[in-house]
């Protein structure tokens, strides 16, 4: 762990091994990797990794990182967990790596996957934030071939599918609780949604 390890409290320590799903030694790991986001130039001379100092752009992590390198949600994903809008802090990068770790409950990643996919932050997945997931996927935001991308009446038609399959109350709209119910049923989605 090399001087890492002193950049962490006893106390902030005990703090994150009761807020996280993380054990102490993966909690260290996380301190590690983000010790070399933000550079040993910073490190050196902070006291805590939760110096005001010690903070890594979005970009930076989405391009060093090789599990978020290749995932559409990758700026999603640092923008949900992230209190700002281009860095993030260790707490935050923490409770990211946390939630999408293996040891983080099926109900607890559904809830921060809804909050990926609700683009606009409405509690509410409606058609516009389903046609954003898609766009996500099939790198219509992502700059992919043309190839892969759907046309407009795909999406149209996945749109109304994703709907008429998820919103069990036909409000047109998907509601955190219509989520949660079907993606932990679905026996991929804690494998999708980790790192």
């Not at 703090?15 to 070399?36: Q, W």
């Not at 902070?46 to 290749?70: A, F, G, W």
């Not at 559904?110 to 934030?129: I, M, P, T």
């Not at 935001?141 to 991308?149: F, P, T």
Request: aromatic residues 10%.
């Amino acid at each position: 762990m090399g001087g890492y390890s002193s950049k962490i409290s006893k106390e902030d320590l005990e703090v994150y091994k009761k807020l996280t799903y993380f054990t102490e030694k993966e909690i260290y790991n996380c301190l590690k990797r983000f010790c070399k986001l933000v550079g040993d130039e910073v490190v050196r001379v902070v006291d805590s990794i939760n110096d005001e100092r010690c903070k890594v752009s979005m970009s930076h992590i989405i391009n060093t990182l090789d599990e978020l390198k290749v995932n559409p949600f990758a700026l999603r994903l640092c923008q949900v967990f992230a209190q700002r809008d281009d860095f993030m802090l260790f707490e935050e990068f923490l409770d990211m790596m946390s939630v999408l770790g293996e040891s983080a409950p099926l109900q607890v990643k559904a809830d921060w996957a809804f909050k990926v996919f609700d683009y606009d932050g409405d509690s509410e997945l409606r058609q516009n934030d389903i046609r954003k997931v898609l766009d996500a996927i099939t790198g219509e935001m992502g700059g992919q071939e043309k190839d892969v991308r759907l046309e407009k009446e795909e999406v149209d038609s996945v749109v109304k599918n994703v709907l008429k399959e998820a919103d069990l109350n036909g409000n047109k709209f998907i509601s955190l609780t219509e989520f949660k119910q079907i993606v932990t049923k679905s026996p991929d989605f804690a494998n999708s949604f980790r790192i």
